[in-house]
């Protein structure tokens, strides 16, 4: 499985990015799919995250209620669609990918993902 990040940039506070990860591959099975980020000097820390169906979408307390997750299963692709972006959102973002289901905190957890895109940079800055 390959998972091709991009869409990142640079954008004025309050502006929007949409992000795609393409998915290529053996994807047949693999039912999860999520974004992470890493801001430098940081750890990578969840973002989103989104099951086969679209039935499960977690979020990270920060990007609730601005940023969402969706998926185009035809086109193989998911999409984070960021909306009143902050400088504090600046960070390489990753798109990842699994065949295990997730429960809770299993989402957010890093080494539970086995297949990882490239990043993608997202820079908010006036």
């Known amino acids: 499985v390959q998972l091709q990040a991009s869409g990142g940039g640079l954008v004025q506070p309050g502006g929007s990015l949409r992000l795609s990860c393409a998915l290529s591959?053996?994807?047949?099975?693999?039912?999860?799919t999520a974004w992470f980020r890493q801001a430098p000097g940081k750890e990578r820390e969840f973002v989103a995250g989104?099951?086969?169906?679209?039935?499960?979408?977690p979020y990270a307390d920060s990007v609730k209620g601005r940023f969402t997750i969706s998926r185009d299963n035809a086109k193989n692709t998911v999409y984070l669609q960021m909306n009143n972006l902050k400088p504090e959102d600046t960070a390489v973002y990753y798109c990842?990918?699994?065949?295990?289901?997730?429960?809770?905190?299993?989402?957010?957890?890093?080494?539970?993902?086995?297949?990882w895109g490239q990043g993608t940079q997202v820079t908010v800055s006036s």
């Open positions: 990842a990918g699994d065949y295990r289901r997730k429960v809770g905190s299993a989402w957010s957890t890093n080494n539970g993902y086995h297949y």
């Open positions: 591959g053996r994807t047949f099975g693999l039912y999860t």
């Open positions: 989104i099951s086969t169906s679209s039935g499960i979408r």
